[in-house]
């Protein structure tokens, strides 16, 4: 499994960074994805990283940014300039997802 942890309560306006962490796999070597999920919906690609690129959904855009810390096996996400609609709780995963490595994810909350 992977886990996601950074998340937490913040204003509108505000940041966070959100880490992705695994034991036994090597995620440098990995296409990754954040995804993220609010209740009755399905979970959505938010953002992925991969050889040849990025991705970010349209929504996020010039407020998020994901990258790799290689030498620590990570995966990061880091949010700026949050919106009330990015509350969710978010996830990250090989990009396309395998379903085995489904974590908890990590909660982001905007709101004042």
């Known amino acids: 499994q992977l886990q996601a942890s950074g998340g937490g309560l913040v204003q509108p306006g505000g940041s966070l960074r959100l880490s992705c962490t695994a034991s036994?796999?090597?995620?440098?070597?990995?296409?990754m994805g954040w995804y993220r999920q609010t209740p009755g919906n399905q979970r959505e690609l938010v953002a992925g990283?991969?050889?040849?690129?990025?991705y970010y959904v349209d929504s996020v855009k010039g407020r998020f940014t994901i990258t790799r810390d290689v030498a620590k096996n990570m995966v990061i996400l880091q949010m700026n300039r949050l919106r009330p609609e990015d509350t969710a709780v978010y996830y990250c995963?090989?990009?396309?997802?395998?379903?085995?490595?489904w974590g908890q994810g990590t909660q982001v909350t905007v709101s004042s």
């Open positions: 036994g796999i090597d995620l440098n070597s990995k296409k």
């Open positions: 995963n090989n990009w396309p997802p395998e379903n085995d490595w």
């Open positions: 990283i991969q050889r040849g690129g990025l």
